[in-house]
């Protein structure tokens, strides 16, 4: 995106800054959109923050995402708030209103929890909910529980002064006494058999990820729905207990998702495309997860193999093979595979080869099957376990290259340089989707691709 005289400035204020993901969100969705906004974020000490909003205004700026600490503060400096931020007590957006010459500030933070909860079809009406905490995060959520219909919130915390006093305003302002604030060490008084629970303390956050606030078994026996406000690690120590007991758990990264999304809309007065999110999260979860591999897509005889073995091997990175590993996985070649199964049994032990390596790979090159990203599912995982290259060439060199190989099941019969003309067409359009890069290995010049490899593929 050119920089030039009609860029709007969209920025972030907070102390630190510098671990900020947020211009990763911003900046892909309005590369992605067409518009012309870019996202820098800016550090500010606390006494400086009412000059630093003021100022931003009188520099035009577009709008702003406030993060810790003046998320509280910050709010003596705009001319309007959301009734939803006033009573969280907390903003974390500023929107640009010139007939109010300032801000408004919003709280985008419970938005994008309630948008992740429906996604992921989690209702809490007429449910009992427990929350672990009671900071600022558990304080939003106790808002977003209520507006959603919860019959029963039971707020925990170690010492009781801070939840009751969530306690006391909540259900005020909701005329309700559906909030209920415990000490964390009555848990075991809570009688319904069962409970969505939401983890809204620090505690299991990386790197102290053996860290839990409870531990009992026998509660997360209760637990349907488990979700965590931590991203960082994938997968907490309460999630796994609430997995291993039978519930579902989700970790809070589409709500870092979409608490920004929501914030873009409000700047632009836009509404983002699911498709633009649904990319601009594969790209969140690369970063956040340092998924720092590199796959390789593209149609038989590209040189997946051939230059991603010698990629590899330059970078000190693992190589890996995924149709050598789905014929240990089956226990039988892939023209057997075909044969006994069919195509689309050999797509499903696709799918399910690159769900464990979404978990589980590092530091390693994979080369994908010339098929594997023709599931819309396939696709989405590849961009999930590292930044994806598409090796392309000409049908002939293709053609070259494998007229003697009879382990393709595919190319069988008569007129295969036809067959591959045909599929290279069909194929083109859904490698270049999913690809981040396109590396063209047409020339067999081993040491300059692997050159283009390592410079356009590594994060």
């Given at each position: 995106?050119?920089?030039?005289?009609?860029?709007?400035?969209?920025?972030?204020?907070?102390?630190?800054?510098?671990?900020?993901?947020?211009?990763?969100?911003?900046?892909?969705?309005?590369?992605?959109?067409?518009?012309?906004?870019?996202?820098?974020?800016?550090?500010?000490?606390?006494?400086?923050?009412?000059?630093?909003?003021?100022?931003?205004?009188?520099?035009?700026?577009?709008?702003?995402?406030?993060?810790?600490?003046?998320?509280?503060?910050?709010?003596?400096s705009?001319?309007?708030?959301?009734?939803?931020?006033?009573?969280?007590?907390?903003?974390?957006?500023?929107v640009?209103?010139?007939?109010?010459?300032?801000?408004?500030?919003?709280?985008?933070?419970?938005?994008?929890?309630?948008?992740?909860?429906?996604?992921?079809?989690?209702?809490?009406?007429?449910?009992?909910?427990?929350?672990?905490?009671?900071?600022?995060?558990?304080?939003?959520?106790?808002?977003?529980?209520?507006?959603?219909?919860?019959?029963?919130?039971?707020?925990?915390?170690?010492?009781?002064?801070?939840?009751?006093?969530?306690?006391?305003?909540?259900?005020?302002?909701?005329?309700?006494?559906?909030?209920?604030?415990?000490?964390?060490?009555?848990?075991?008084?809570?009688?319904?058999?069962?409970?969505?629970?939401?983890?809204?303390?620090?505690?299991?956050?990386?790197?102290?990820?053996?860290?839990v606030v409870?531990?009992?078994?026998?509660?997360?026996?209760?637990?349907?729905?488990?979700v965590?406000?931590?991203?960082?690690?994938?997968?907490?120590?309460?999630?796994?207990?609430?997995?291993?007991?039978?519930?579902?758990?989700?970790?809070?990264?589409?709500?870092?998702?979409?608490?920004?999304?929501i914030?873009?809309?409000?700047?632009?007065?836009?509404?983002?495309?699911k498709?633009?999110?649904?990319?601009?999260?594969?790209?969140?979860?690369?970063?956040?997860?340092?998924?720092?591999?590199?796959?390789?897509?593209?149609?038989?005889?590209?040189?997946?193999?051939?230059?991603?073995?010698?990629?590899?091997?330059?970078?000190?990175?693992?190589?890996?093979?995924?149709?050598?590993?789905?014929?240990?996985?089956?226990?039988?070649?892939?023209?057997?595979?075909?044969?006994?199964?069919?195509?689309?049994?050999?797509?499903?032990?696709?799918?399910?080869?690159?769900?464990?390596?979404?978990?589980?790979?590092?530091?390693?090159?994979?080369?994908?099957?010339?098929?594997?990203?023709?599931?819309?599912?396939?696709?989405?995982?590849?961009?999930?376990?590292?930044?994806?290259?598409y090796?392309?060439?000409?049908?002939?060199?293709?053609?070259?290259r494998?007229?003697?190989?009879?382990?393709?099941?595919?190319?069988?019969?008569?007129?295969?340089?036809?067959?591959?003309?045909?599929?290279?067409?069909?194929?083109?359009?859904?490698?270049e989707?999913?690809?981040?890069?396109?590396?063209?290995?047409?020339?067999?010049?081993?040491?300059?691709?692997?050159?283009?490899?390592?410079?356009?593929?590594r994060?």
């Amino acid at each position: 995106m050119e920089i030039n005289g009609h860029t709007r400035l969209i920025g972030l204020i907070g102390n630190p800054v510098e671990h900020t993901l947020s211009p990763v969100i911003h900046n892909n969705i309005s590369k992605r959109m067409g518009i012309n906004s870019v996202y820098v974020p800016f550090q500010v000490e606390t006494e400086g923050l009412q000059d630093a909003v003021k100022g931003a205004y009188e520099l035009n700026v577009l709008g702003m995402n406030v993060t810790v600490p003046h998320k509280n503060d910050v709010m003596e400096s705009v001319v309007a708030i959301d009734d939803a931020a006033n009573a969280i007590g907390a903003v974390n957006t500023l929107v640009r209103v010139e007939e109010l010459h300032g801000y408004k500030g919003y709280n985008t933070d419970m938005l994008g929890l309630q948008r992740q909860i429906r996604e992921d079809d989690v209702s809490l009406r007429d449910e009992t909910v427990v929350i672990l905490g009671a900071g600022g995060a558990a304080k939003a959520v106790v808002y977003m529980c209520l507006l959603e219909g919860a019959k029963r919130i039971y707020l925990l915390n170690r010492t009781l002064p801070k939840a009751k006093e969530i306690a006391k305003g909540m259900n005020e302002a909701f005329a309700t006494d559906a909030v209920v604030p415990m000490e964390l060490k009555s848990y075991t008084q809570i009688e319904e058999d069962k409970v969505i629970v939401f983890q809204a303390t620090s505690i299991g956050l990386s790197p102290n990820v053996e860290q839990v606030v409870l531990e009992d078994k026998a509660f997360y026996k209760k637990v349907t729905v488990g979700v965590d406000l931590i991203y960082n690690p994938a997968e907490t120590k309460f999630m796994q207990l609430v997995e291993e007991a039978g519930g579902k758990a989700y970790n809070a990264l589409k709500m870092l998702l979409y608490q920004a999304v929501i914030a873009y809309e409000l700047w632009h007065d836009v509404k983002v495309p699911k498709d633009i999110i649904d990319e601009v999260y594969v790209e969140l979860k690369r970063r956040v997860y340092k998924k720092d591999n590199i796959v390789l897509v593209g149609f038989m005889g590209s040189g997946k193999t051939t230059f991603g073995k010698a990629c590899a091997k330059s970078l000190s990175m693992e190589f890996l093979d995924a149709d050598e590993y789905i014929v240990k996985r089956a226990g039988k070649s892939i023209p057997k595979i075909f044969e006994e199964d069919g195509e689309e049994a050999f797509r499903t032990l696709e799918t399910q080869i690159l769900q464990e390596f979404s978990k589980n790979l590092c530091n390693t090159v994979l080369a994908t099957g010339g098929g594997m990203p023709l599931r819309k599912e396939n696709a989405r995982l590849l961009r999930e376990i590292g930044r994806v290259g598409y090796l392309t060439a000409t049908p002939k060199e293709i053609y070259e290259r494998v007229k003697e190989d009879t382990n393709r099941p595919l190319l069988q019969g008569e007129n295969p340089f036809g067959k591959i003309c045909d599929m290279m067409k069909q194929r083109k359009p859904i490698y270049e989707q999913v690809a981040d890069v396109i590396i063209d290995t047409n020339s067999n010049d081993m040491e300059a691709i692997v050159e283009d490899m390592k410079v356009h593929l590594r994060l």
